[in-house]
């Protein structure tokens, strides 16, 4: 007899196609179901998630402790708006704090809210408190940035896929070459409030800065009276082997950025994170959300930020980070023409001439890899932290084997 087979993904894929915007062009890959580092497609196919959605699972697909924190809170409450308070706010804005070794925690839901949510603070912090005129406060930003895709984020990308037709675009943003202190220094002036950037730019392919970069930065904002704004909305959260990539340059930010990893892959979460001096500008009134600080995200909040503070993921992508990138390093010259990153995070360049970015991605899906493309030809490598060395070498084994085929 032979075995009768279902495809189910076929169907499922058209249907997708047919009923939503065209905002995505993702893989013909349809997932039913996950569990760590892998998932399982509804023809019963298994993939190792080397994306891990971009980093919001940094702890992997329903960790068993972040499910529980989620599921005791389903069953006692789940919304109530900031109009009340509720028992797991408190502790979810002092933990996430204590993790940021600073003061105060303002909770958003997704990354663009909390880089909105930063730019506002910094405006405001700007015009109260280092006197710059009213509505002439300028934020210098970075080429090739990704924060986000609302008008005001799309506003200062560089990107025109980001960015054309959506305008017209905010004001006040400066645009310099990312790591390049000397640009970003002569960007600052009197009117500057603050200075955004990613400590490594992910969606650019993962680019990270040159040694002294950071540092720099840090100095130029503390001796210009500048706020610091790290998005560390993908960096952070224990994938680049620290709890937050600032750390690896021993550089501290006025405000931290994050998201993605702090829903820990069940809801969206997002906060500002930083001192009482900046966010403490913020009156009540001027500035919210619904569903930011919910009590459903906040145990799921806490959940994850214990289990940071046990420094094990952390640990993870440091060690785990090295057999990846040694790996890595083997496939220079043998269909990759480069790699960067640090911790459990590679942007690997494929070379053109082999295939693109997208057909590479695809072969490796055929052969159960779930990878993303960007750019062009740059893949971006981020496996859950709790995938193990033997997952990560079947991996790039079939990274080599796509790349060999050509
Ligand atoms: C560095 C960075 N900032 C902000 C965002 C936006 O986050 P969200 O998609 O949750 O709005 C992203 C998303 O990829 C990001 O990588």
Redesign the pocket.
């Known amino acids: 007899m032979t075995a009768v087979h279902h495809d189910l993904t076929t169907p499922a894929v058209a249907e997708a196609e047919r009923f939503t915007a065209h905002n995505y062009h993702p893989l013909p890959v349809v997932v039913a179901e996950a569990e760590g580092a892998w998932v399982t497609d509804v023809d019963g196919r298994r993939y190792l998630d080397c994306l891990a959605g ?2 919001a699972l940094n702890f992997g697909h329903r960790h068993p402790a972040i499910v529980a924190a989620a599921r005791e809170q389903l069953d006692r409450v789940t919304l109530t708006s900031r109009a009340f308070l509720h028992d797991q706010f408190g502790p979810f804005c002092r933990d996430l704090a204590a993790l940021c070794r600073t003061d105060l925690t303002l909770p958003m839901n ?6 909105e949510t930063a730019i506002k603070v910094a405006r405001k912090w700007g015009y109260l408190i280092k006197g710059v005129p009213d509505g002439a406060a300028t934020i210098v930003v970075a080429a090739n940035n ?4 609302t008008t005001t984020i799309i506003s200062f990308s560089t990107d025109p896929e980001a960015r054309a037709d959506f305008g017209p675009y905010t004001p006040g943003f400066r645009v310099v070459p990312y790591g390049d202190a000397v640009a970003l220094a002569e960007a600052v002036d009197d009117t500057t409030v603050a200075v955004l950037l ?1 400590p490594i730019q ?2 650019a392919g993962v680019l990270v800065p040159p040694p002294g970069y950071l540092p720099a930065v840090r100095e130029l904002c503390s001796r210009r009276d500048v706020l610091f704004l790290a ?1 560390e ?3 952070g959260l224990g994938r680049t082997g620290d709890t937050f990539a600032c750390e690896h340059e021993g550089v501290e930010p006025d405000l931290y ?1 994050l ?2 990893a702090l829903g820990g892959g069940v809801v ?1 979460v ?1 906060a500002v994170v930083g001192r009482r001096d900046v966010l403490g500008v913020l009156r009540p009134g001027e500035h919210g959300s619904t569903f930011g600080g919910n009590p459903l995200a906040c145990a799921v909040g806490r959940a994850v930020v214990g289990l940071l503070a046990t420094g094990e993921y952390q640990r993870r992508a440091r060690d785990l980070g090295m057999v990846l990138h040694r790996r890595l390093a083997g496939l220079v010259a043998r269909g990759l023409t480069a790699v960067r990153g640090r911790g459990l995070w590679a942007g690997i360049d494929i070379d053109p001439a082999l295939m693109t970015g997208r057909q590479a991605c695809e072969r490796l899906a055929e052969r159960g890899v779930l990878a993303k493309d960007t750019h062009g030809s740059t893949l971006r490598l981020a496996p859950p932290l709790v995938v193990t060395a033997d997952e990560l070498h079947h991996a790039v084994d079939v990274l080599g084997e796509v790349l060999g085929r050509g």
């Open positions: 971009y980093s997704t990354g663009a809210e909390a880089v990704f924060h986000g895709r990613e992910g969606e998005d909305i993908q960096s950025l998201g993605k969206p997002s």
